[in-house]
């Protein structure tokens, strides 16, 4: 079975869907999500594509990573990885701020 890989679009309706999570556009078209203030994810605009993953700019010492090309993952290892630092971001939030975002 060939794998499936998820489109710019795919991903931004994906993070919109987790809980809490909010959207805005800010750095020159760079889509942030974040909960509870706090970002989980980033989406560049689609001609800043070079195909790889990588440590990321200004945030490699939190052990952020840029995946430039949405292919370079499978849909599920996408989402995955979208859930997991959604739900490490969450459980950073002080136990107050989780329990008004529902978390």
């Not at 800010?26 to 974040?34: A, D, H, M, T």
């Not at 980033?42 to 949405?70: F, M, N, Q, T």
């Amino acid at each position: 079975m060939t794998p499936r890989f998820m489109t710019i679009r795919q991903i931004d309706k994906f993070c919109a869907g987790l809980p809490a999570a909010t959207r805005i556009v800010q750095w020159e078209g760079v889509v942030v999500f974040k909960v509870g203030g706090k970002m989980f994810c980033l989406i560049a605009p689609e001609d800043h594509s070079v195909g790889r993953i990588w440590p990321a700019p200004y945030l490699a010492r939190a052990k952020w990573v840029a995946v430039d090309d949405p292919k370079t993952l499978t849909d599920a290892e996408m989402k995955a990885y979208i859930k997991r630092a959604h739900g490490v971001i969450a459980a950073a939030l002080p136990k107050k701020k989780q329990a008004e975002l529902g978390l």
